[in-house]
């Protein structure tokens, strides 16, 4: 099983504030994908980076695959309340047929 | 209707006894995952199926067995349930491509083992 890091495990700001979270492993993925769980509810998809390199932008949130393909981050503009949920990192490679493996995420506050 | 369904959504039982959840799917997915959460460790992957006759072991599959009973179900089952079982277990499906597909989550069983 490839281990994915994550960090900050839990991160209190402002409203405004900016912040960054990173994930990282020893193992190369094929992909590398973001997802947001809020209380009672199972994770949704924000992103997914395939190449490495990749930054992508999802209105205040940017995202990036490192050049080799073993870290992203996720870094967040002017945070607001209702982004307060949990982000988890989850990489795939064909060695486990892609099965997504998940970080054990950041816990993330945002206080008005 | 939720796309992902999960039976049951809360669940206390004893230790030693053989609990089964259930999840069926109506997207029409191959793929589908059980995962379980605990505090501060994120989701683990306990099986995997690409389809009904292709079923894989994931991180943490001892003590849990797995049914694919046709495209659209997926049972987990715990034949002799412990403590350290206690969990939030939630079913998944993926589609799209096999490196770059999004999951779908159902909203998760809450199991208590006494």
């Known amino acids: 099983t490839q281990l994915l890091e994550q960090s900050p495990q839990f991160l209190s700001i402002q409203e405004g504030e900016n912040l960054t979270v990173y994930c990282n492993s020893s193992?190369?993925?094929?992909?590398l994908q973001w997802y947001r769980q809020e209380p009672g509810e199972g994770p949704v998809l924000l992103v997914t980076?395939?190449?490495?390199?990749e930054v992508k932008k999802l209105k205040r949130l940017t995202f990036q695959f490192g050049d080799a393909r073993k870290d992203s981050s996720l870094h967040i503009t002017a945070a607001q309340p209702g982004d307060t949920g949990l982000y988890l990192c989850?990489?795939?490679?064909?060695?486990?047929?892609?099965?997504?493996?998940f970080g054990k995420g950041t816990s993330l506050l945002v206080t008005p | 209707d939720a796309d992902v369904t999960q039976t049951p959504r809360n669940r206390i039982t004893k230790t030693g006894k053989r609990i089964m959840l259930e999840c069926s799917q109506t997207?029409?997915?191959?793929?589908m995952y059980w995962y379980r959460q605990d505090p501060g460790l994120g989701l683990r992957l306990i099986y995997y199926?690409?389809?009904?006759?292709?079923?894989n072991k994931g991180e943490i599959s001892d003590g849990y067995s797995v049914s694919r009973q046709a495209q659209a179900k997926f049972s987990l089952s715990l034949e002799s349930a412990i403590p350290n079982q206690t969990a939030l277990y939630f079913c998944?499906?993926?589609?799209?491509?096999?490196?770059?597909?999004?999951?779908?989550f159902g909203e998760g069983s809450r199991l208590t083992v006494l």
């Open positions: 998944a499906t993926r589609g799209g491509g096999a490196n770059t597909g999004e999951l779908f």
């Open positions: 193992s190369v993925f094929s992909s």
């Open positions: 980076v395939v190449t490495g390199g």
């Open positions: 989850a990489g795939a490679s064909r060695d486990s047929g892609y099965a997504l493996n």
């Open positions: 997207k029409g997915h191959d793929r």
């Open positions: 199926s690409f389809d009904v006759k292709d079923i």
